[in-house]
């Protein structure tokens, strides 16, 4: 059974930095693309950064690009980490770890989720 774990999030202050970290469990993800969605109150889940195991490639959101930073761990295997600097209130959300074969920006593409860790950024 797969499992994704979020850890990381919390409440900053704007400007200030947050790492997640996403570890996977259940099956080897070499093949997988993984990535982060949020869910700030009243707004749809939307589509972060993702990035594929094997080749280390990486995509962001409009929103993020230049701020945000995913990375993949190789040596803690199936460990994936957003580091956040530069944060905004409307960073504010419920950030969700994904992972599929494929990948993309859509919510649909993604069949594994974990269980989402909130990250507050305070004006």
């Known amino acids: 059974q797969v499992q994704l774990v979020e850890s990381g999030g919390g409440l900053v202050q704007a400007g200030g930095s947050l790492r997640l970290s996403c570890a996977a469990s259940?099956?080897?993800?070499?093949?997988?693309?993984m990535g982060w969605f949020r869910q700030a109150p009243g707004k749809e889940r939307e589509y972060v950064a993702a990035?594929?195991?094997?080749?280390?490639?990486?995509?962001y959101a409009d929103s993020v690009k230049g701020r945000f930073t995913i990375s993949r761990d190789n040596l803690k295997k199936n460990t994936v980490y957003l580091q956040m600097n530069s944060l905004k209130p409307e960073d504010t959300a419920v950030y969700y770890c994904?992972?599929?074969?494929?990948?993309?920006?859509?919510?649909?593409?993604?069949?594994?989720w974990g269980q989402g860790t909130q990250v507050t950024v305070s004006s």
């Open positions: 994904v992972a599929d074969t494929v990948g993309g920006t859509k919510v649909s593409e993604y069949t594994y």
């Open positions: 259940g099956r080897t993800f070499s093949n997988y693309a």
């Open positions: 990035i594929t195991w094997s080749r280390g490639t990486t995509y």
